[in-house]
């Protein structure tokens, strides 16, 4: 073991975010801290219409103070299966329910600080369907062709690390 | 606006992180909080040598208790111009400095919760250069070629956001 956790400190226990600080002894015998933020598994989807539109999702990030154009994601509630987030999820944020979703790939978000891994999915097949939600009231629907998705990617107006891999391992995967 | 910060309580001042909440106004009027991890922005590098192997790291993520396959990153120290970091860093990491940077990509990590953003870079023409820094006794370098990162990919051995984004947006570039 490289590694050996002396103590752990929970410094907050909140809606999406909890911090715990855990002191380390490292091979060498020194001790150093670790700030780990916990947050739980999410799903991010890459949904595809019949006419090869993408259908994506923009909305305010108070976090980074713009509205940003991202595949729909969000958390995997307690005892839900990551393939029923998916279709939760869809018909929250965009009101669409898929009837074929593939497992594409996966990815944790930030490993260096933070638990949360993001299971990838490519959701097709899609029927007009609604669930209300909360804080999904300034979510805008955007459909953007697949073929322009590597020039969004470029210019800089897809901008967040799970929307570029999600989207580019999918276009990867089409090869 | 549709959003308005009515009040901010800092929960935590760490090392590498901060965590604030914020009580919000939304639109309709109904107030909500939002979580929000602080981090330094970042500098990621898809490193490339002269035999067309992309040189990367394996380390402990004591976030998600395993050693993964990354493309070496770090944070932006106070001063520093993104450009010095990813100089800084290569040597720091994998012992090599690069002759030639450019940058082809910017992302932030998880904009949902955290203010952090990544500049994308590329770094080739590499000299033997290292310089000491903690935290980087347990770093393997490991090299692996270029045609070998899509399938390294699907197999779930590189795992993290920021790799995947980083190199299949390089490769895209590419093509």
Redesign the interface.
Known sequence: M??R?ISTEQ??N????K?R??T?E???GKS??????E?ADCVAVVVLDEEDNVVMVRQ?????G?R?L?IP?GGIDPGEEPVESVRRELQEEIGFLPHRIEKI??????????????YLYLATELEASRLEA??T??IEVVKVPLEQI?LL??S?EI????S??GL??F???KR
């Open positions: 490289p590694e956790t410094i907050y909140g809606r999406a975010v911090l600080v855990d380390i490292k091979a060498d150093t801290i670790r700030e780990i933020v947050h305010l990030r108070e976090a980074v713009k940003l991202e994601a790939g996966g990815f944790y978000s930030t490993p260096g600080y933070c638990t949360e891994y993001l909360e804080d009231e300034n590597p990617i470029e800089g901008c967040d690390a799970k570029i891999a580019l391992q276009i990867n995967l």
